[in-house]
């Protein structure tokens, strides 16, 4: 199994997330940036989609 780090799948997804978080910390909308910060602290975690809360 690939770690986080090595994938390179993860790692543009990760690169793809950091991108939008400037741009939605830009709207003011702290839920969505709240929910893109989720979403990379799951990818650095190797949390499964299936396992996150949903805040909504």
């Known amino acids: 199994m ?3 780090s090595a994938n ?3 790692q543009a997804a ?3 997330l950091i991108w939008a978080l400037e741009e939605i910390e830009k709207t003011g909308s702290k839920k969505a940036a709240q929910h893109v ?3 990379l602290n799951a990818l650095r975690q190797g949390i499964p989609p299936t396992n996150l809360r ?3």
Request: proline share 7%; charged share 20%; hydrophobic share 25%.
């Open 8 to 10: 390179p799948h993860i």
């Open 54 to 56: 949903d805040d909504s």
């Open 14 to 16: 990760m690169q793809h």
């Open 37 to 39: 910060r989720s979403a």
């Open 2 to 4: 690939m770690t986080g």
